[in-house]
């Protein structure tokens, strides 16, 4: 995993609440064997039609979002199933930090394993950055160090676990940390089986 | 005597590897079942850093979300086909077991985990499906995750987490005739809403919850995460032990009475305290139909649509769906019913759903399918007549897998094509790009496929209720 200490974006306004993985992702695009690759079929069915032809009014299909790379949306982001390619098609399509009141459990634990910054952040702090972002450019700073997102006239503080704050400041590999405690897992095994 | 605890407690306590304040624990992970979607990419990382799987013999496999239910002799999707290879060629090299499309332990995960007895009670249990909380009904610690988190069971046996918050969903009193598991937990989350559970344990209590079978449990268990729960359990009884005495792989004999008393004493103690407990009263239940996009939009059978104007999610919703506001749940023409998926597809619900269609003949304009759980489940209804019941009545009667619930294999809902459904999602294009799903139980379901449109199916079927 790629480390993230610091991020800067524009923000893309995605209104709408308790997003499921089913959008995210549909299912006739699970059948991929490899991590990457994604991000073309990212919100599939709200970006194109049955023809296959972009959807002029979804947020994404707007040429002030092109580059855009700070999502917001609404509470409960990521609810539905457990596949990993949601956030595989968020970061492959360019999104590094999602902002949202809150997110489904596995969503959350998925993004942090790959390098996405989930910032969860009061509602009413979200609907402000998205009503201001649909009238005009936003960019947002995201300072994972420090837990802030900033704007142009403020800092504003969010909460995320130790663990996952230091895990995504260094890139770290989860797997390689935990076999640093290998010998504790065959005392267990070897504990439960005697 | 110590500190009452509940069952989760008691489970977390006895698989901490390591602990250290301020952090995750270590845990250890019993039991790790594998299907073809989620784990290439965790086999593939395995290989890349030269690991092997650390404990094969406590991880299964399966193929379910992309297999065929007809016509398995040649699979016409070559990219359904290459994810299915790659699974078998993982678990060949990686020397775990794996149930393929053609062997007869074949199934939905989260139906042969508990048929084969590899599902018991005080196990933790992973897989890289969010419908893993369904193994809860045995008193399991069971949750979905990713693939990352897939592939560091695989190489370690073991997880980082934290200890979780629990929440007590306690169900007062009994449910009524003809209110099923299904109808029960649909309506918890239409009261509650589908995140109430998120960052919680669910544990379901009280006597509607004791009076269920394994399978009714299953459902109920199965759909904690469309709460927002990662897991939901229910503490183990002697309707637990007895389910699983004889099972392929549980203790034989006296040694099974014996691992019976530990599986009982897990039970969540007398006067044990809750982060949080919610109660609803099973007495006010009706038979339930989901008309949204979330599995939160339900109405009891009698009920209708609601306002346009309740709220952007709620015009959004009735939009997709094609449905005005305001309209009768019963006025609601189908064109498809599923009866099938890791919610509603065992033996039991194969049984009461023929008890409802025999017969009778399906709608003219209703197209309906059965897919039994796995092959053990479609083999035992066939014994017991239950094929034919459906075929007469004109459903098609399939091999086991996750099928129309999601859509990876040929078992699509057309556009703008509306399915009554056994199933646990109604998101938009779930079953199908512009599909439109109605979540019901397998007698709601029965019932509409005749009738071709919502009905009560305690007044469609009086005579098998009275």
């Known amino acids: 995993m790629e480390a993230i200490r610091e991020h800067q974006g524009v923000a893309v306004p995605l209104d709408r609440t308790n997003v499921d993985t089913d959008q995210i992702i549909p299912k006739q695009f699970l059948k991929r064997i490899e991590r990457t690759g994604f991000g073309q079929f990212l919100f599939y069915h709200w970006r194109f039609d049955d023809d296959g032809n972009k959807r002029e009014d979804f947020i994404l299909n707007q040429p002030a979002y092109e580059e855009g790379s700070v999502l917001l949306a609404g509470e409960n982001f990521g609810c539905g199933s457990s596949r990993e390619h949601a956030p595989w098609s968020l970061l492959d399509y360019g999104f590094r930090v999602i902002i949202a009141p809150s997110f489904a459990d596995i969503f959350y634990n998925n993004a942090l394993k790959n390098g996405i910054i989930p910032v969860q952040m009061d509602e009413e702090q979200v609907h402000q950055w998205m009503k201001q972002a649909e009238n005009e450019e936003l960019v947002l700073t995201v300072d994972l160090e420090n837990q802030i997102v900033c704007d142009d006239n403020q800092d504003v503080h969010f909460d995320i676990p130790a663990y996952h704050r230091e895990n995504l400041l260094n890139g770290l590999d989860d797997i390689g940390l935990t076999l640093q405690h290998e010998d504790k897992i065959t005392a267990f095994e070897h504990a439960v089986r005697a | ?466």
Request: charged share 25%.
């Open chain 2, 1 to 466: 005597m110590g500190k009452p605890e509940t069952l989760v407690e008691k489970i977390w306590k006895q698989h901490v590897v390591h602990h250290e304040p301020e952090k995750p624990d270590l845990m250890y992970i019993d039991l790790h079942l594998v299907h073809e979607v989620t784990s290439p990419q965790a086999f593939e990382g395995l290989r890349l850093n030269n690991r092997k799987v650390r404990r094969p013999d406590l991880t299964f496999a399966t193929m379910d979300h992309n297999v065929p239910t007809k016509n398995r002799d040649v699979i016409q999707d070559q990219i359904s086909k290459k994810q299915m290879d790659a699974l078998r060629k993982n678990c060949k090299d990686f020397g775990v077991t794996l149930a393929d499309m053609y062997h007869p332990d074949q199934g939905i995960v989260h139906v042969i985990g508990p048929q084969l007895g590899l599902t018991q009670p005080g196990k933790t249990i992973v897989c890289g499906d969010s419908h893993t909380s369904t193994h809860g009904a045995f008193g399991a610690l069971a949750f979905g995750i990713g693939t990352s988190e897939v592939e560091h069971v695989l190489a370690t046996q073991t997880l980082w987490q934290k200890p979780p918050k629990t929440l007590n969903v306690h169900v007062e009193g009994d449910l009524g005739t003809g209110v099923t598991a299904k109808d029960l937990i649909l309506a918890i989350i239409s009261k509650f809403g589908v995140r109430f559970g998120t960052g919680y344990v669910m544990e379901y209590t009280g006597e509607a919850i004791r009076n269920l079978s394994m399978e009714g449990r299953m459902t109920v268990c199965n759909m904690s995460i469309e709460a927002g729960a990662r897991a939901g359990l229910i503490s183990p009884d002697e309707t637990t032990v007895e389910f699983l005495r004889g099972k392929p792989n549980v203790p034989q004999g006296e040694a099974f009475d014996e691992k019976a008393r530990e599986w009982l004493a897990l039970a969540t103690d007398e006067g044990a305290e809750y982060d949080e407990t919610v109660m609803i009263k099973a007495e006010e239940i009706e038979p339930q139909v989901s008309w949204g996009t979330n599995p939160g939009m339900c109405v009891p059978v009698s009920g209708s649509t609601p306002d346009v104007h309740e709220s952007d999610d709620v015009a959004r919703a009735l939009e997709y769906m094609g449905l005005d506001e305001n309209q009768p749940i019963q006025s609601i023409n189908i064109d498809h019913v599923f009866i099938g998926s890791c919610t509603n597809s065992r033996i039991t619900d194969l049984r009461k759903a023929a008890k409802i269609v025999e017969g009778h003949q399906v709608s003219d304009h209703v197209r309906a399918i059965v897919v039994p759980g796995s092959f053990g489940t479609k083999e035992q209804a066939e014994k017991e007549g239950l094929d034919a019941i459906f075929k007469s009545a004109g459903f098609e009667w399939r091999e086991a897998g996750c099928s129309m619930c999601l859509a990876m294999n040929d078992d699509v809902v057309p556009p703008g094509g509306r399915c009554a459904s056994t199933s646990n999602r109604n998101f938009e294009g779930r079953q199908g790009n512009g599909a439109r799903t109605h979540l019901v139980s397998p007698e709601m379901a029965a019932a509409a496929a005749i009738e071709g449109h919502f009905v009560d199916v305690r007044q469609f079927a009086a005579n098998v209720y009275s």
